[in-house]
């Protein structure tokens, strides 16, 4: 058993501080703001020029001008605005933005990032604002499963694909487990009931120790 | 002074082979569709294409990349949609065209510093990632950054929402991403719109001052998946 993404996003939008100016990368993380309630006056911000996106629009209210960097069509929360794109990467690289959570093929255990190029032969790059977000931001969260579908851990002693940036990751949210990196490797602070220490070691590559005060990885359920 | 036009076809005839085009546009929002399509029929080619995204087949930029007008493309998402490879991708792995990526945030301040007179600026976004590969490198302030160059444009292709005469712009939500400064940096910006206006747009709207606006036209509607 291990959490299934929704319950992944649920466990990520539990550290999020009020009044935090937060921007999710496309795919898993996005799902993060689905379980954010509006009182806890957290902004989320899209490069592609908004500050307060809100949830996504219905079909009655969708406008095809309103779309957020995954080029969803959403909704402003109240206090929104729109900038243009220049404006947004200034917000960003100015170190504006509070946190970026993003998904990631590997992260090293010393915080390096590799999201951006899959590797797949022929397949062209898909950069976006990934490099931006996390050379700036003041923290990078990851989220992504632990292993790939081969059972090749995701975090890494080295990685393996081209780098996204250096020593940014702070935390990685996994299926099984809450990991920080720090200078004495992955730190694990909270684990599944499900996977012992012994099943964690052999699914992660590179040091990984159990923090004193580990606690249980729980999420709510949720449904897919 | 009037920018208003009743088309752009005679001023889009005069786009010379190997020109560099600035298109607008970040998902649906903002893609001008109808000076696209016109673009596709008068067939300049050798173009270099400066688009935030070229992922989407069906999108009006990749389909000037289709007609073989395009033998650059400098953009921040290249990866075609799905497993296959795109026409962009087959052309890619053919070595019949050339591809910059790069990323968003300095994608776009090029583009800025293009339009506001600065020739380069050191970025730390990039540096030590193959994106940084070839580029004069200098620690500043405690940063390792990495020299990023002006982009600048022949001409600049923006959708937006208002304009008046002057060439005064406003833009509907999320439709003003790129345009706004890719119509800085170009010599010749086209924008396309919901809505000409006979009277000047009050000073408050106004999100693309006229100086940088040539000419205008109205939007066609055009069912056509945009990128």
């Known amino acids: 058993m291990s959490l299934n993404k929704n319950q992944m996003a649920w466990r990520a939008s539990q550290d999020l501080k009020s009044g935090s100016v937060v921007n999710l990368g496309l795919g898993t993380p996005v799902l993060v703001s689905n379980f954010v309630e509006s009182s806890r006056n957290i902004f989320f911000q899209s490069e592609n020029g908004i500050l307060g996106v809100g949830p996504e629009a219905t079909q009655e209210e969708a406008n095809p001008n309103l779309v957020d960097a995954g080029s969803r069509k959403v909704t402003l929360m109240p206090g929104a605005s729109i900038f243009d794109s220049a404006a947004s990467f200034s917000m960003i690289r100015g170190?504006?933005?509070?946190?970026?959570?993003?998904?990631s093929f590997e992260v090293s255990v010393g915080g390096d990032?590799?999201?951006?190029d899959s590797g797949v032969p022929d397949k062209a790059p898909?950069?976006?604002?990934?490099?931006d977000l996390a050379v700036s931001a003041k923290t990078t969260w990851v989220l992504m499963q632990h292993n790939t579908k081969d059972n090749r851990s995701r975090l890494v002693e080295h990685c393996s694909l081209p780098l996204t940036a250096k020593n940014c990751v702070e935390r990685i949210y996994t299926d099984i487990a809450v990991i920080d990196v720090t200078s004495g490797g992955f730190l694990t602070r909270e684990l599944i009931s499900s996977v012992s220490e012994e099943e964690l070691r052999n699914r992660t590559s590179g040091y990984i120790k159990l923090a004193n005060d580990c606690r249980e990885?729980?999420?709510p359920y949720i449904g897919n | 002074m009037d920018k208003r036009r009743q088309s752009a076809v005679e001023i889009l005839k005069e786009v010379k082979n190997g020109s560099t085009i600035m298109i607008s546009g970040f998902g649906e929002a903002g893609v001008p569709n109808t000076l696209l399509s016109q673009l596709k029929e008068i067939h300049p080619t050798n173009l270099t294409i400066i688009v935030n995204s070229v992922t989407r087949p069906h999108?009006?930029?990749?389909?000037?990349?289709e007609a073989d007008m395009v033998s650059k493309v400098i953009t921040t998402s290249a990866r075609g949609r799905g497993k296959g490879l795109s026409k962009f991708e087959e052309k890619l792995r053919d070595g019949e065209i050339e591809l910059e990526c790069l990323p968003q945030g300095t994608f776009s301040e090029r583009i800025r510093a293009g339009g506001a007179g600065i020739p380069a600026f050191f970025s730390p976004v990039g540096y030590g990632t193959r994106l940084g590969e070839g580029k004069e490198t200098k620690n500043i302030q405690?940063?390792?950054c990495i020299l990023e160059e002006a982009l600048t444009g022949d001409y600049a292709l923006v959708s937006a929402n208002k304009a008046d005469r002057y060439g005064n712009v406003n833009f509907s939500y999320t439709q003003m991403n790129f345009g706004p400064i890719m119509a800085t940096a170009c010599k010749t910006t086209i924008v396309e719109v919901r809505q000409l206006l006979e009277q000047p747009m009050p000073h408050n709207h106004?999100?693309?001052?006229?100086v940088y606006v040539?000419?205008?036209i109205q939007s066609e509607e055009i069912n056509h998946e945009s990128q």
């Open chain 2, 206 to 210: 106004i999100q693309l001052p006229s």
């Open chain 1, 113 to 116: 990032l590799a999201n951006w």
């Open chain 1, 126 to 131: 898909l950069v976006g604002g990934a490099m």
């Open chain 2, 59 to 65: 999108s009006l930029p990749h389909a000037l990349i």
């Open chain 1, 217 to 219: 990885l729980k999420a």
């Open chain 1, 95 to 103: 170190g504006h933005v509070d946190v970026t959570i993003l998904g």
């Open chain 2, 214 to 216: 040539d000419h205008l």
């Open chain 2, 142 to 144: 405690g940063k390792d």
